[in-house]
């Protein structure tokens, strides 16, 4: 495919990474920007190519979110890159099974896990807040932690992929017991685990557009940096604000994609 796009489609490329580095480092979902931006603005490239060039953009603001939060957050590393390991081995498993899923009958079953997912926290608005005071996670804990958000979520990602920051945001709260801020700064670290496959993998196949997708990537990179630095200034308040819009827009977007219009 030729990449001779117009400047200004470029600039609107560039200016869709940046909020999705923003959003995608707050607390996941980046995709739900990113991705249709790229499809509009690609029209002619195959689906390989558009899936290719996002994982190369998308990578770099999660890494960069990934480093502001490691210098500024308190995150446990080790469970972080543990759960991130076995992601990784989850989303190949996931993706070598993508072909022969009819994503059609997953969406309903995701769009009600949401739905349940926005219920409880409207429904208990102290969730992620603050973290248990000196609690540590037990060994049963980080296993959960593994199983679910590891294998699990990473399973999923290779399978079908939208909201999966948004879903181990939520897992690494639930099960270890963690505020939103240091959640989303753990979540970011396993993302960086498995995009790593993914685009050793497309990078391989030669479907990145890298002239599309290094001026993208600056401006993800920028827009994660600004994301998790707002972040970490406004705590886990703003980041469950984020959550609550971030869940709705997955739903309305699974939902589009189901029904249509």
Same mark, same amino acid.
């Given at each position: 495919?030729?990449?001779?796009?117009?400047?200004?489609?470029?600039?609107?490329?560039?200016?869709?990474?940046?909020?999705?580095?923003?959003?995608?480092?707050?607390?996941?979902?980046?995709?739900?920007?990113?991705?249709?931006?790229?499809?509009?603005?690609?029209?002619?490239?195959?689906? =390989?190519?558009?899936?290719?060039?996002?994982?190369?953009?998308?990578?770099?603001?999660?890494?960069?979110?990934?480093?502001?939060?490691?210098?500024?957050?308190?995150?446990?590393?080790?469970?972080?890159?543990? =759960?991130?390991?076995?992601?990784?081995?989850?989303?190949?498993?996931?993706?070598?099974?993508?072909?022969?899923?009819?994503?059609?009958?997953?969406?309903?079953?995701?769009?009600?896990?949401?739905?349940?997912?926005?219920?409880?926290?409207?429904?208990?608005?102290?969730?992620?807040?603050?973290?248990?005071?000196?609690?540590?996670?037990?060994?049963?804990?980080?296993? /959960?932690?593994?199983?679910?958000?590891?294998?699990?979520?990473?399973?999923?990602?290779?399978?079908?992929?939208?909201?999966?920051?948004?879903?181990?945001?939520?897992?690494?709260?639930?099960?270890?017991?963690?505020?939103?801020?240091?959640?989303?700064?753990?979540?970011?670290?396993?993302?960086?685990?498995?995009? /790593?496959?993914?685009? /050793?993998?497309?990078?391989?196949?030669?479907? =990145?557009?890298?002239?599309?997708?290094?001026?993208?990537?600056?401006?993800?990179?920028?827009?994660?940096?600004?994301?998790?630095?707002?972040?970490?200034?406004?705590?886990?308040?703003?980041?469950?604000?984020?959550?609550?819009?971030?869940?709705?827009?997955?739903?309305?977007?699974?939902?589009?994609?189901?029904?249509?219009?």
């Amino acid at each position: 495919m030729s990449t001779d796009i117009s400047l200004t489609t470029l600039l609107l490329l560039c200016l869709a990474a940046a909020g999705a580095g923003w959003v995608d480092a707050v607390v996941g979902g980046g995709g739900l920007v990113q991705l249709p931006a790229l499809l509009v603005g690609l029209p002619g490239a195959p689906p =390989v190519q558009v899936l290719g060039t996002n994982k190369a953009v998308a990578i770099c603001g999660t890494a960069a979110a990934a480093v502001a939060y490691a210098r500024r957050a308190p995150l446990d590393l080790r469970t972080a890159f543990r =759960v991130g390991l076995a992601a990784l081995g989850g989303s190949l498993a996931g993706a070598s099974l993508a072909a022969g899923i009819d994503s059609a009958v997953l969406r309903p079953l995701i769009m009600a896990v949401l739905l349940a997912v926005l219920a409880f926290l409207l429904l208990r608005p102290s969730f992620g807040v603050t973290a248990r005071a000196g609690e540590v996670p037990t060994r049963r804990r980080v296993a /959960v932690a593994v199983l679910v958000a590891g294998l699990g979520i990473g399973f999923y990602d290779g399978l079908i992929g939208p909201g999966t920051g948004t879903f181990l945001v939520l897992a690494l709260a639930g099960i270890l017991h963690m505020d939103l801020v240091s959640a989303s700064g753990t979540a970011k670290i396993v993302n960086v685990c498995t995009n /790593v496959g993914a685009l /050793v993998t497309f990078t391989l196949q030669g479907a =990145v557009l890298w002239q599309v997708a290094v001026p993208m990537a600056l401006c993800n990179l920028t827009g994660g940096a600004v994301g998790a630095r707002m972040a970490l200034k406004r705590g886990s308040g703003f980041v469950r604000g984020v959550l609550v819009v971030v869940v709705v827009a997955l739903v309305c977007k699974l939902a589009l994609d189901q029904w249509g219009w």
